[in-house]
């Protein structure tokens, strides 16, 4: 019996360390697909013991500290976080504790000795991580780099496009603004256990209404585990325009176990991620509009 | 193109030298660039007290302290300890036994023992982080560790107990 943990691959990949985003982008561009972006590495070496090629050049963007910087711009109502931000920094960093639903989102994702090396950024760019579905019902903006400039782009429609791995994501833009202040945001994830383990489900939403009652906007998504993360578009559909005290609350729960298209797996049924996701999101609406 | 922005410059297949502090002790070593920490330590350094479970980051056992910052071993490669500074549960306490060992002891922290270096370092981790945690504080801190022994009274037990004592209650 091996007393070791596996190793990666037979081959030792290049190691690469940039000190700027400029020569990460570069280096990516010359080395395409046999070049690859890692920092924390957690979900990636996951994958590369799971089958996927291990690159034959790791660039490491550990030196890029400016991508490890969180700053919130008030006159903007924006929260501007580096995509190598650890998911742990929700314990330590001081603009992250004023913003307890973001702190909520990371506290969720594995377990300490994970977060204190995943970041923000590759939970992101796995495009299977938990801060995809609420970091779409909030509408933050991702910041991607490559050799020919800078683009942003809302979260969920980078999601929805191919993935392009050359474009080195920066930053995360997250409107905290007085909409978000207006809104109600939830956020909730169930699993089996908390730590480094895929989760059943996650959901996520931000709902606004106006002073009569009437639902002006929201925003519903789910994912988590391996649940493609998505928008829950007829859900919304149904509940934006509506005033809160005509809401039906079964055809809410039909729509979004209907339109969820939910994981099977040898542990948890579609049938029930569609039913949790659906108790959920009508029990944060509930908790907003049933409480006569 | 300038592409000699490398700072750890192993041509592919080869094994890389990378510098690192083990529980106060500089050491150079010749490793694979993406060899788990944990295998450097246990195989390379004879640092068996860190152990091996589950491999991917789930039972804890391999935790550590990379620059003071709790880590699993086994997720963590070579290439990227290089220039840190590593403390294992042999870097605790001294001619004595660390203050955490010592409250396991006392309150009975542990069964089999597999897991109780990972615990320990996790449990060290948060004590420096948050000196008087509440038990949801300390079930938090402990998520990653996983007793096979469900031993959990105990460790809990001994958590508060040390926090208790250290802040005077």
Redesign the interface.
Known sequence: MSNQVDTLSAESPVILMPTSIEKAVELKSHYGLNGEFVSGATLLQLQWLNGRKTPEQIISLEQLTELKSIQFDQHKGELSIGALTPLGSYQTHKILKEFPIICTALKSIAAPGIRNRGTIGGNIMGRVGDLIPFLSALSAKLVFQDVKGVKQIEIWDWFQQTSNSDFLLSHILIPLDRDMLESHTFYRKVGRRETFTAAILTVSGKIKWDEEGKIINAKLAVGGGDNKPMRLEKTEQLIIGRNAIHLDWKTIFSTVAEEFVAAEDAFVSSSYRKKVAANLIVAELQSQFAKE | ???N????D???????TITLTVNGEKIDIQT?????L??IL??QLNFVGTK?SC????C?A??VLIDN????A????A??VNGKSITTIEGLGGVTVDEVQEAFLTEGGFQCGYCTSGMIM?VK?LLA?NPNPSESDIK??L????CRCTGYGGIIRSVQSLAAKKIGI
Request: aromatic share 6%.
């Open positions: 193109m300038d592409i922005n490398k700072v750890l192993n041509p592919i297949d080869a094994l890389m694979a660039s993406t060899e788990k944990v295998n246990r195989e091996i491999g991917i980051g789930r804890g391999c935790s910052e709790l880590v699993n086994c997720f963590v490669m290439y990227q996790a981790y982080l938090e801190a998520a990653g560790n996983l």
